[in-house]
C-alpha cells in the first residue's frame, strides 16, 4: 500500500491559504467598512464630518491595527512573503500615531488631519489587503495588481505629511498636560515632547528606508 494522501483540507499549504484568506478578509472587511463610513458621513455632513472622524471609526481603526501585528508573526514564522524590517517600521510609526499620539489626546482627535490620515491608510491598506486576499486563492486582476504596485507611490509621500503634521499639531497638547512626561531618580526626567521631536525627525529617515524596499517586495509578489 501506498502513503495515504490526506485531504486537500488537512494539507498544511491548504490549512496556510485558508488562515491567510479569512486574515485578509477581516482587515478588508474592517477598513472598507472605515472607508465606507467615512464616506457617507462626508456626503452626509461636510466638513463636520470631519472633525468627529475619531469618535465614529476610531475603535475598528484600532482594533483592524492591532491585528496587522499579527503580520510580523506570519513573515517571521515564513507563511507570509515579505521584508520584515519594512513592515515592522510601517506597523510601529501606525501603533504610534494612532494610539500613543492621537488616542491619548482629545483635543487631537478633531483635528482634520485626522480624518485626512485615516483616508491614506485606508486607501492602502484596501488595495493591499484586496490584492493579497484574492491571490491566496489565485485570482489577479491586472487593475488591481497595477493599483498594488502603483498607488503607494503618490500616497506614501502623504502619509510621511499627514503624520508629520498629526505629531506636530499634538505637541502644545502634550506640552500643556504632561502625558507621558515622568520624573526618574537621580534627577533625571523625562519629557515627552522632546521624544516626539526626535521621533517626528527619525519618521522621514524610516519611510526613506520602507520606500527603498518596497518596489523590491512588489516585485515579488
Not at 500500500?1 to 485531504?7: A, I, K, N, Q, R
Not at 481603526?61 to 515564513?78: A, D, P
Request: glycine share 4%.
Amino acid at each position: 500500500m501506498g502513503p495515504v494522501e490526506l485531504p486537500a483540507w488537512l494539507q498544511p499549504r491548504y490549512r496556510k491559504n485558508a488562515y491567510l484568506f479569512i486574515y485578509y478578509l477581516i482587515q478588508f472587511c474592517g477598513h472598507s467598512w472605515i472607508f465606507t463610513n467615512m464616506t457617507v458621513r462626508f456626503f452626509s455632513f461636510g466638513k463636520d464630518s470631519m472633525v468627529d472622524t475619531f469618535y465614529a471609526i476610531g475603535l475598528v481603526m484600532r482594533l483592524c491595527q492591532s491585528i496587522s501585528l499579527l503580520e510580523l508573526l506570519h513573515i517571521y514564522v515564513g507563511i507570509e512573503s515579505d521584508h520584515l524590517l519594512p513592515r515592522f517600521l510601517q506597523l510601529t510609526e501606525r501603533i504610534i500615531i494612532l494610539f500613543v499620539v492621537i488616542t491619548s489626546q482629545e483635543e487631537v482627535q478633531e483635528k482634520y488631519v485626522v480624518c485626512v490620515l485615516f483616508i491614506f491608510w485606508n486607501l492602502l491598506d484596501m488595495v493591499r489587503y484586496t490584492y493579497s486576499m484574492l491571490s491566496v486563492i489565485g485570482i489577479s486582476y491586472a487593475v488591481l495588481t497595477w493599483l498594488s504596485q502603483t498607488l503607494w507611490m503618490p500616497i506614501y509621500p502623504l502619509c510621511v505629511l499627514a503624520e508629520a503634521f498629526a505629531i506636530y499639531q499634538s505637541l502644545p497638547y502634550f506640552e500643556s498636560f504632561g502625558t507621558y512626561s515622568t520624573k526618574l531618580p537621580f534627577d533625571l526626567s523625562i519629557y515627552f515632547p522632546y521624544v516626539l521631536k526626535i521621533y517626528l525627525m527619525m519618521l522621514f529617515i524610516e519611510r526613506r528606508d520602507v520606500v527603498r524596499v518596497f518596489p523590491i517586495k512588489k516585485k515579488k509578489m
